[in-house]
């Protein structure tokens, strides 16, 4: 019985920590191209262009920190493999104003 349990409980911690890795919290924002980026500011003016395409305000203000609406943004890339293919997800984590006034510090 107890090893049902611990099973089960394996499963739920893998699929939260996946979950996790790829992006999917509240305020997060996903983006997958379907073409891959190796030359960094071509990435960056993709990105940006995405985002326009959906109405929002871009400014790429360096770091890896986006603008978005007037809220800052880190950027975050992760590769990973789904089904033997290579993704490239964006993931655009909103920065805290008490994070962003420690890293000025």
Do not use: C
Not at 11 to 34: A, C, E, P
Not at 79 to 99: E, F, H
């Amino acid at each position: 019985m107890w090893s049902v349990l611990i099973v089960i409980g394996g499963i739920v911690l893998s699929l939260t920590g996946f979950n996790w890795l790829m992006g999917y919290r509240k305020n997060h924002m996903q983006i997958d191209f379907d073409k891959r980026y190796f030359d960094f500011n071509e990435y960056i003016r993709a990105i940006k262009a995405e985002l326009e395409s959906q109405g929002k305000k871009v400014d790429y203000i360096g770091h890896r920190r986006f603008l978005i609406d007037d809220k800052p943004y880190a950027f975050i890339e992760r590769n990973i493999s789904m089904g033997g293919v290579p993704l490239q997800r964006t993931i655009l984590k909103p920065i805290s104003k008490q994070s962003s006034n420690q890293e000025k510090v």
